[in-house]
């Protein structure tokens, strides 16, 4: 529905509509030296943000921690949370997932969207009639890749690239596409 406005979470401020509270950022792998550093795989398009006084969240129960100091190591990013000070501390948050609330992401530019928002969207050809519904966002490398589970339960592997993807609406929840000759053999298959 198009101009209807979703009531909010007055905790995080997200939609109360199935987006997530917590977004990943990062992994935390193992202690790095002796005052409590640790290496984090970065896992966002955004690891500035990710600096001192920074608020993110640890693990499944989401406790939560302040940054006192991020720098980018070859490893990916050597991270140091306040009252953290020994490897001893910090190996106690080793493999454990790190969150930031979803309502302090970045803003992004206009016809940009964060992959989560679009999971769940229903994928329409150009003539309206539906294909199935977006499941996951593939990262390749020269593109992303829309996974689409389709009314029969099968995968259809979408290129998003503009010759397919020709339009994402928000307000309907909706991708249409235009299935281009090597998409239409899959389909019928």
Avoid: C, W
Avoid at 73 to 88: A, D, M, R, T
């Amino acid at each position: 529905m198009a101009g209807r406005k979703l009531a909010r979470n007055p905790v995080s401020g997200s939609p109360l509509d199935g987006e997530p509270e917590y977004l990943v950022v990062g992994q935390l792998r193992r202690p790095h030296g002796i005052h409590g550093e640790m290496v984090m795989e970065v896992q966002t398009d955004f690891p500035e943000r990710l600096k001192p006084d920074s608020e993110v969240y640890l693990g499944e129960h989401h406790g939560r921690m302040i940054i006192s100091n991020a720098r980018f190591h070859n490893e990916g990013l050597l991270i140091k949370f306040q009252e953290v000070n020994s490897p001893e501390e910090a190996g106690r948050y080793r493999n454990q997932s790190v969150y930031v609330k979803t309502a302090d992401r970045p803003k992004l530019p206009k016809d940009q969207y964060y992959h989560h928002e679009l999971t769940g969207f229903n994928v329409v050809d150009e003539n309206g009639e539906l294909i199935g519904t977006l499941t996951e966002i593939m990262q390749t490398g020269a593109n992303d890749v829309y996974v689409v589970r389709r009314v029969n339960g099968k995968d259809l592997l979408l290129p998003v690239i503009a010759s397919v993807v020709l339009a994402v609406e928000k307000s309907s929840r909706q991708i249409r596409v235009r299935l281009i000759p090597g998409l239409l053999d899959e389909l019928e298959e």
